[in-house]
């Protein structure tokens, strides 16, 4: 019987020393998983919405084309950048609410306001077509593509 006490003695001081370690144990782990900057999320997908346009167009012709960048959530230093490409037709695009600026194919655009507009001068009596690239500092992208067929005044 002695025998049997004795290890159960060393079993039960195992075990006590055991369950005085792992509290010990569970807050070293807690602390050193922690970070010590706080995760702040900063990029937020975002969706662009086109007010509808003519279908039509004749040189010499302004379309305005008005856009809205809707984020799903809000952070205030995200940048938005736009960039074109004219693969059909020949015509300006600008941007701007006062001071437009004429856009060149495929060079990026820093867009400066959610809320803008766009402005397509046909010079060419064919049918445009051209795409749009809206995308942010982050990553996300949103294409668009317009489409005019040709028509006398």
Known sequence: MKNFNIKRTSFEKGLRSLLAILPILMILFTFASCDKE?????????????????????????????????VEGH??????YIRYFQFDGSG??????????????????????????????????VSHNFDIWVSNDKGYEQKVSFQFNATDK
Do not use: H
Not at 38 to 56: A, E, H, I, R, Y
Not at 106 to 124: A, G, H, T
């Open 38 to 70: 706080l995760d702040v999320k900063t990029d937020f997908p975002f969706k662009l919405q086109v007010m509808p346009v003519p279908k039509n167009i004749a040189k010499g012709e302004t379309v305005t084309i008005r856009c809205n960048i809707k």
């Open 75 to 80: 952070y205030e230093n995200t940048k938005y």
């Open 92 to 125: 300006k695009l600008s941007i701007g609410n006062g001071k437009a600026v004429t856009l060149k194919p495929n060079d990026l655009y820093i867009i400066k306001e959610q809320e803008f507009r766009l402005f397509y001068v046909s010079e060419s009596n």
